[in-house]
Nanobody
Framework: QVQLVESGGGLVQPGGSLRLSCAAS????????MAWFRQGPGNERPFVAS????????YYSDSARGRFTISRDNAKSTVYLQMSSLNPEDTAVYYC???????????????WGQGTQVTVSS
């Protein structure tokens, strides 16, 4: 079955950096767009970033643009989210997702990981 496994979360001080990874299995990874979403204390899961199947296009939320970079390695079936200049508002569980196109909405994604916690605190 399809599995998306996130890793790389943790506790980081404000202004620090983290790199999240999401390893995929059970699907033709290079055929899928990938995305990162995050969920704080509420029920909403806002879009963070997405990347097309071949890495040729990427999109970011306003809060992520300029601080976060999404990338993928199709040979490793892995997508990454490099995060820098982190602030407490970035604290959330970060989820990766796979879907047919890189739209910035949860409804566009068929497969989801279990999430990795990112906590930004001094």
């Amino acid at each position: 079955q399809v599995q998306l496994v996130e890793s790389g979360g943790g506790l980081v001080q404000p202004g620090g950096s983290l790199r999240l990874s999401c390893a995929a299995s059970g699907l033709p990874f290079s055929n899928y767009a990938m995305a990162w979403f995050r969920q704080g204390p509420g029920n909403e899961r806002p879009f963070v970033a997405s990347i097309s199947y071949n890495g040729g296009s990427s999109y970011y939320s306003d809060s992520a643009r300029g601080r976060f970079t999404i990338s993928r390695d199709n040979a490793k079936s892995t997508v990454y989210l490099q995060m820098s200049s982190l602030n407490p508002e970035d604290t959330a569980v970060y989820y990766c997702a796979a879907g047919p196109t890189e739209i910035p909405h949860t409804g566009g994604y068929s497969y989801w990981g279990q999430g990795t916690q990112v906590t930004v605190s001094s």
